[in-house]
């Protein structure tokens, strides 16, 4: 049976992000916004009863005969959003899984802030979140949704990723997380985001990565105005939201787990950032998207590769993948699948230690979902990708960083926190730094070397005095 994933959302941004998620998900079970179910008019009886194909409990708890609520925590520091949320879906969601602090102020766009707010507070969470677990039966894991950049889902959101590490020690911990653009006001940014960046690398295990810049110019060609907000740019994070949880929620024979989705991506604890790409963003997914003209799995696979529907800005240089894991959805032949592969493998440059498989999973497109024209065969389709990509985005921050730290400048709210250390800017400088030099690392052909030669990973007796060639005639 698939297991209970349990949604965090913390801050601004992360219960933004959810509200777009909920709202997506929930229509492509058929529940309404109060958390009704709508039983369409084309659902198949069969002599045990109504058969779906889709399965709500990994994310939704039933409640009633027909209705039911997020499996989410929200949490933030003000209560603006957490209201809206509340407004949007009226009973939908679990009052007793909200918090917002008491004083019903910001973390003023610092992460110290929201980090002492977070472990001032944080036996609360827990314990809204063990109460949130009592309603499952196979729990499989969490996924955070937050910001990098602010106070609250930056610092708030690191001190809950390290409780979440340490207590839930055995269940996946993904996170979707959102770095700054270029144009962001708060000054501090840079300190925020090195500053999670490293919580990100340590605690969690797989860590899927936005960033405003790719999202902002997206969502201005996908929605075809000069002029775009975040409203927008959250509706393309909960498309592909909505798709990487496509085969939990309509499962089939592969994928039904985060874990076999991840696991699928992630070779070494270390590597674990992970780049998105979606297309097309049609009405299906977001307000105001095109409905464009029928496309097949080929052009769908082969565009997902194409910078221009990358979630995340990438650097000129040609990035080298260690693993690719794609969903596409609605009219699917297999054959187009099997060319677009062949033709990916040749566009796509693998490290040579990586095998040059590309995961692609054929996902079920809801009976619920309805274009503007009435169109259901169109495909749409969601890339997962790790590759040296990153490493761009990861140098820009620590250049950004570097550049007011070298200076002390804007450090009062880091100096006045009750808990914060500023060796840890210095600390988490490193941690960054050791991150992109293990991306650099593994572009190189001989990156697994070490860990195919110590004796604990051989398989078979050898002597001492033989020697053993990793890429040579042993099998390991």
């Not at 109060?34 to 109504?50: F, K, L, V, Y």
Request: proline share 3%.
């Amino acid at each position: 049976m698939t297991g209970e994933i349990l949604t965090i959302q913390v801050g601004q941004c992360g219960n933004h992000v959810g509200k777009h998620f909920w709202s997506q998900i929930a229509k492509e079970h058929g529940i309404g916004n109060d958390g009704q179910r709508i039983e369409p008019n084309n659902e198949t009886e069969t002599s045990q009863g109504i058969f779906r194909e889709d399965d709500t409990n990994p994310f939704f708890k039933q409640y009633e005969e027909n209705k039911y609520t997020p499996r989410a925590v929200m949490i933030d520091l003000e209560p603006s959003v957490i209201n809206d949320n509340h407004n949007y879906f009226p009973g939908f969601f679990d009052s007793r899984s909200s918090w917002v602090s008491e004083d019903r102020y910001g973390a003023g766009n610092s992460w110290a802030n929201g980090y002492d707010e977070g472990q001032k507070n944080q036996d609360t969470f827990l314990n809204m979140i063990d109460k949130q677990l009592d309603s499952t039966e196979n729990f499989e894991g969490f996924q955070l949704l937050h910001s990098v950049a602010g106070g609250t889902g930056s610092g708030l959101g690191s001190n809950l990723l390290e409780a979440l590490a340490d207590r839930y020690q055995k269940k996946l911990l993904t996170t979707y997380s959102v770095f700054p653009s270029d144009q962001s006001e708060v000054v501090v940014q840079p300190y925020n985001t090195i500053l999670t960046l490293r919580r990100l690398a340590e605690d969690s295990d797989a860590s899927i990565v936005f960033d405003n810049n790719a999202l902002l110019n997206l969502s201005g060609r996908v929605f075809q105005k000069n002029q775009t907000d975040y409203n927008q740019t959250n509706q393309l994070i909960a498309s592909a939201l909505s798709s990487i949880t496509n085969s939990i929620r309509f499962p089939s024979y592969m994928y039904t787990s985060l874990q076999s989705v991840f696991s699928t991506l992630v070779p070494t604890p270390e590597l674990h950032f992970l780049t998105p790409a979606f297309t097309p963003f049609t009405s299906d997914y977001v307000n105001g998207g095109m409905d464009y003209k029928r496309n097949t799995a080929y052009d769908v696979l082969l565009d997902l590769i194409d910078t221009p529907n990358l979630l995340i800005s990438r650097g000129t240089k040609k990035p080298i993948y260690l693993n690719s894991f794609a969903t596409v959805i609605g009219d699917v032949e297999r054959n187009d699948i099997t060319r677009a592969i062949n033709k990916l493998q040749q566009r796509m440059q693998f490290a040579a230690w990586s095998p040059t498989m590309i995961h692609v999973n054929i996902g079920k497109r809801s009976r619920y979902l309805k274009s503007l024209n009435g169109n259901q065969n169109h495909v749409s389709g969601m890339m997962l990708s790790n590759n040296s990509g990153i490493v761009s985005l990861l140098e820009k921050v620590c250049l950004s960083f570097d550049k007011i730290y070298a200076k002390r400048a804007f450090m009062n709210a880091f100096q006045q926190s009750e808990i914060f250390n500023t060796d840890d800017f210095v600390e988490s400088r490193e941690v960054t730094r050791s991150l992109i030099d293990e991306y650099m690392a593994s572009e190189e052909k001989s990156y697994l070397d070490e860990v195919l030669l110590e004796d604990e990973n051989m398989v078979g007796n050898f002597d001492g005095d033989d020697e053993v060639d990793a890429e040579g005639d042993n099998i390991m």
